[in-house]
């Protein structure tokens, strides 16, 4: 089992920047496509951003510009950058990694966008 925990979301301001974590441990053997997912209560979770081990990146056109998706294979760490934020941004936002042929989920941060 993967056990993945995410850190570093928030209030922010409108026009604000944020930096998202996700840590990845236990049974991890080669991870390969790691991302992030956001969700607003009510509504279908969404991508933002995946990152290839090789460090290709799909990023969300809602975010394109704006958001950054990030790695660190030795660390088994994936970043998403937040800049310039807007209200809408606000959701709860998850990692995934997918490793052999599972995906793992963190539990989710909070991240909110208010003056």
């Known amino acids: 089992q993967v056990q993945l925990v995410e850190s570093g979301g928030g209030l922010v301001q409108p026009g604000g920047s944020l930096r998202l974590s996700c840590a990845a441990s236990g049974s991890i053997f080669r991870i390969y496509d790691m991302g992030w997912y956001r969700q607003v209560s009510g509504k279908q979770r969404e991508l933002v951003a995946t990152i290839t081990r090789e460090g290709s990146t799909n990023t969300a056109d809602s975010v394109k510009g704006r958001f950054t998706i990030s790695r660190d294979n030795a660390k088994n760490t994936v970043y998403l950058q937040m800049n310039s934020v807007k209200p809408e941004d606000t959701a709860v936002y998850y990692c995934?990694?997918?490793?052999?042929?599972?995906?793992?989920w963190g539990p989710g941060t909070q991240v909110t966008v208010s003056p």
């Open positions: 995934k990694v997918v490793q052999l042929w599972s995906d793992y």
